[in-house]
T-cell receptor, first 110, second 114 residues
Framework: DTAVSQTPKYLVTQMGNDKSIKCEQN?????MYWYKQDSKKFLKIMFS???????INETVPNRFSPKSPDKAHLNLHINSLELGDSAVYFC?????????FGPGTRLTVT | GENVEQHPSTLSVQEGDSAVIKCTYS??????FPWYKQELGKRPQLIID?????GEKKDQRIAVTLNKTAKHFSLHITETQPEDSAVYFC?????????????FGSGTRLSIRP
């Protein structure tokens, strides 16, 4: 009965590759988010979708493209991966204020 | 731009003592202030939150206070226990039409000494 799930949990890939991370929530929430947590543990919002519509788009490189096929899913596709993309990526969902996080995907770019 | 400052970055307290973490925010439009606890290798978990129309909220051993005039808010943990050891994040949130934008502080690594 996992509330917010992400796949994969770990992702190791080489520079220049393209990869995707998937997120699903079964809480019935309308809004989903992607966050990046860097090596210093700093958490920063990247995107937010509400019912498949992009609401928040922070200053994220165009190589990052979120896609929401329905309000329970929000995927993150990353093109031309760079070393600096190495981080933990968290998906989250909310109905109003409270946000609930997924388990995270640790991306390592070599 | 929006900014949340959090202090201290590390905190070590004796088991049973209290721990206090303080934050300030810059955007006066912020109206929701959650606190998250993140254990090593785990997801951030919401432990307590406070809305802008409330000055204080308590839940068992944890309490939060908010001073909107000064743009300060704090987390207080009393009777600390070993399982309280983690990184704690404060945050300030602005509600848009259909989403909330949360700005996180830089985190406080809390260690409880036995």
């Amino acid at each position: 009965d996992t509330a917010v799930s992400q796949t994969p949990k770990y992702l190791v890939t080489q520079m220049g590759n393209d990869k995707s991370i998937k997120c699903e929530q079964n809480l019935g929430h309308d809004t989903m988010y992607w966050y990046k947590q860097d090596s210093k543990k700093f958490l920063k919002i990247m995107f937010s979708y509400n019912n498949k519509e992009l609401i928040i788009n922070e200053t994220v490189p165009n190589r990052f493209s979120p896609k929401s096929p329905d309000k329970a899913h929000l995927n993150l596709h990353i093109n031309s991966l760079e070393l600096g993309d190495s981080a933990v990526y968290f998906c989250a969902s909310s109905r109003y204020y409270e946000q609930y996080f997924g388990p995270g995907t640790r991306l390592t770019v070599t | 731009g929006e900014n949340v400052e959090q202090h201290p970055s590390t905190l070590s307290v004796q088991e049973g003592d209290s721990a206090v973490i303080k934050c300030t925010y810059s955007d006066s439009a912020s109206n929701y202030f959650p606190w998250y606890k993140q254990e090593l290798g785990k997801r951030p978990q919401l432990i307590i939150d406070i809305r802008s129309n409330v000055g204080e909220k308590k839940d068992q051993r944890i309490a939060v206070t908010l001073n909107k005039t000064a743009k300060h808010f704090s987390l207080h943990i009393t009777e600390t226990q070993p399982e309280d050891s983690a990184v704690y994040f404060c945050a300030a949130s602005i509600r848009y039409s259909s989403a909330s934008k949360i700005i996180f502080g830089s985190g406080t690594r809390l260690s409880i000494r036995p």
